[in-house]
């Protein structure tokens, strides 16, 4: 891994742990930062969508710049280890697939694995495909409201009116017809 190795300290000191699911999230995010030409993202000039909520998620936060705070994280429940990052300024936008149980690791030694992950050429057990991607809009800023049952202030693009009321997610209580 080499040069990379600061950048993976950065990944575990972020997720707290190595592992490696970890290991997964991390050559997927630096496989689409190479394949986009591009670095980081300060803002929200990259936008990723995950296909998970595993491990692998934090070091796409980290790596690419992509989080859940700037708006530029998307999380979709399809429960594969699939990253897809897009750059706003061409359009291009990468999605990563990793399968390492396409590598042999002789031990189920949880450190070899990922070490293994780490290291493996990407080729091996990734599926790198440039993609199209519809871009999310950018990050908006909502006016707010207070919900009528619990005082709490909320987005008003979250709230939802019951009996003319204004409630929060947490106080709505959705009518059912019981079919
Ligand atoms: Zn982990
Ligand atoms: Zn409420």
């Avoid at 790596?63 to 859940?68: F, K, L, Q, S």
């Avoid at 450190?111 to 440039?130: G, H, T, V, Y």
Wanted: aromatic share 8%; glycine share 8%; net charge neutral.
């Amino acid at each position: 891994m080499g040069y990379h190795q600061d950048l993976w300290r950065e990944a575990v000191a972020f997720h707290g742990h190595e592992c490696p699911g970890l290991a997964i999230g991390f050559r997927a995010a630096l496989a689409a930062l190479e394949k986009l030409g591009v670095s980081r993202a300060k803002d929200e000039e990259l936008v990723a969508i995950v296909e998970t909520d595993a491990c692998g998620v934090d070091a796409i936060q980290v790596i690419a710049g992509c989080t859940i705070g700037k708006g530029n994280l998307i999380y979709k429940n399809h429960g594969k280890q699939a990253f897809t990052v897009g750059n706003r300024k061409t359009g291009k936008a990468v999605r990563i697939y990793v399968d390492p149980s396409k590598l042999k690791v002789d031990s189920e030694d949880r450190k070899a694995r990922m070490e293994m992950i780490l290291n493996a050429p990407e080729e091996d057990f990734c599926k790198i495909q440039f993609v199209e991607l519809s871009f999310p809009e950018e990050a908006r800023i909502f006016q707010s409201v207070i919900c009528e049952s619990c005082g709490e202030r909320l987005s008003e693009a979250r709230a939802k009116l019951e009996g003319g009321k204004t409630l929060c997610r947490a106080c709505y209580k959705p009518y059912h017809r019981g079919w």
